[in-house]
């Protein structure tokens, strides 16, 4: 049983596009400090819910409660707590890597000393005092997402989403990138990511796999390799899959 705070609460979530049902009756809940994975092939509904845990798009029905608020009455409040980042790489390419804090902290409500501590405290921690002033479009794309998650948590949320954070770095910046996130959730912070990378999901301390819009698995990684009778969670997703 587990005993830490519940964070996130979904109960009897759907979501309807007309006739199409992209979440269909979801239910789990995610506590503090949790690393949990969120998995899925493209199309099986998992940015629809991510967007309804953010606060960015409304369930048709049931409950969505994420930081101690329901997310169908109180998007704004959802927001305030959480962190984000986007597959898609969610800083700005135009603006320094001291711009990019600068602007994410005054979005977040930060004070102004409070947005130049945090950046001094993040170049620090990753070693890239050297790139406080150099546009972000001169840096390495492994760099970049190290930056674009410290951002997400600049103003220390309750949750943090990342939506396939990994994709299209080198292993060894992903072993690193997952470093941080250890870090992160140790410190209290809950991760909710998505990957596409099946050892990756090795890494969470549970995981759901969504297929057609409905959660077919919950459970620890090695729950799910022994009902699945799997050596690796990629076999187990293959079996799902099937």
């Not at 519940?6 to 809940?29: M, R």
């Not at 998992?46 to 798009?57: M, N, W």
């Not at 600049?154 to 990342?162: A, C, G, K, N, Y």
């Not at 939506?163 to 910046?173: A, H, K, S």
Request: aromatic share 12%.
């Amino acid at each position: 049983m587990n005993n830490r705070k519940k964070i996130i609460g979904v109960s009897h979530l759907v979501k309807k596009f007309g006739n199409f049902t992209a979440n269909d009756d979801l239910n789990f809940e995610v506590f503090k400090g949790e690393i949990f994975g969120f998995l899925g092939a493209n199309g099986a509904g998992k940015t629809t819910a991510i967007k309804i845990l953010c606060g960015l798009s409304s369930p048709t029905s049931g409950t969505v409660m994420v930081a101690g608020w329901d997310v169908g009455k109180f998007p704004d409040r959802v927001k305030e707590r959480i962190g984000y980042m986007s597959q898609r790489f969610s800083l700005y390419n135009d603006l320094t890597v001291k711009e990019n804090f600068r602007f994410y902290g005054g979005i977040y409500g930060l004070s102004a000393s409070a947005i130049k501590e945090r950046t001094a405290y993040f170049l620090k921690k990753l070693e890239m005092e050297q790139t406080r002033d150099v546009v972000l479009s001169k840096i390495p794309l492994g760099w970049k997402q190290k930056l674009a998650f410290s951002v997400a948590i600049m103003h220390d949320p309750q949750v943090v989403f990342l939506d396939e954070p990994t994709g299209g770095v080198d292993p060894i910046t992903r072993r690193q990138f997952w470093e941080l996130i250890y870090e992160t959730a140790h410190q209290g912070t809950t991760v909710f990511v998505t990957t596409h990378y099946m050892d990756e999901a090795e890494y969470c301390e549970r995981v759901s796999i969504m297929a057609e819009g409905r959660i077919v698995a919950l459970g620890t990684p090695a729950q799910m390799k022994e009902n699945y009778n799997a050596r690796t969670m990629n076999e187990v997703f293959v079996k799902i899959a099937r």
